[in-house]
């Protein structure tokens, strides 16, 4: 549970970015076989390609990007990448760099316009999956968040909230606003896989990265003896109940610099598997 004492100290500062749209590249995915078409053939509206001008049912203007040969009967994962203070939608893409990288893993991608952080907006940006259900199909099952500095506060607020029909698979927030003191008055969530990124130079959020993967582990109930080191820069704790398995990666750098572990991110996402049944964690509007 979440409360506005919380949202007032989990605001992070600064990371402003223009609103010019810049030419996008996408890639075409390879189909797994075995993938089985859940979505009727016409079902959903939505087309293949880069779609810039999608808004929410509360007026969250957003862009959603496919791959090049997206398949509208097969359900996909979708990354929906929260934006830091001040940024654009087309801002927040330039930052991360997710969308070549995530389309050729047959991510869909979706990138929100920022919006001051309050419990209004955490409820406003957890519908936009609802959103991009209704017209493409999206894997209900596979609905993972992230973003960076405001955007890591709310990829990590939303999965605090109290389940109301939509609740992510996996998080992977950076440079979250979030210290023990401010996770020591939050109610553990359900089990869930997370991905915590901070830099190591990070002064505006000192150490905040560390702490929430300690609480994090601590939520899921992992063995402590479990650490693994995966790299010189993450760690994982492995032996977590319900594969709730939480990693920790640490760069180099300032806060406003984001961290380039787009490939482990995709990787760590990619491996979440939950059974995978089309819209069964979120349902398009009607």
Known sequence: MINSRFIALALAAGLAFGCSKEPVAIAKTTYNAALQSSCAAAERP?????????ISENGIRFS???????DSTIP??????????GQSRFATERFTGFTFGATAAGFIVAYPDHRSLSLKT????????????????????????????DGGTAA????????????????????AGLSASHLEEIDCPAPLPVMVLHNSGDRLFPDFGAQAAS???????????????????CFEYAKCPQNASVRYCEESGGHRKWPAKNDEVLNFFSTIQKGSTADKNVAPST
């Open 122 to 149: 955490l409820d406003e940006f957890a519908t936009i999956p609802v959103s991009i259900a209704a017209k493409w199909c999206i894997d209900g099952e596979r609905i993972y968040l992230t973003g960076h500095s």
């Open 64 to 70: 959603v990007r496919t791959p090049v040969n997206y």
């Open 156 to 175: 990590s607020a939303i999965a605090f909230r109290e389940d109301d029909g939509f609740s992510p698979s996996a998080i992977a927030p950076s440079a």
């Open 46 to 54: 939505g087309l293949a390609g880069i779609h810039d001008d999608e």
């Open 215 to 233: 609480w994090w582990a601590a939520c899921n109930r992992c063995d402590p003896g479990s650490r693994q080191q995966l790299s010189e820069t």
């Open 76 to 85: 996909h994962p979708l990354l929906l990448v929260y934006p830091g203070v």
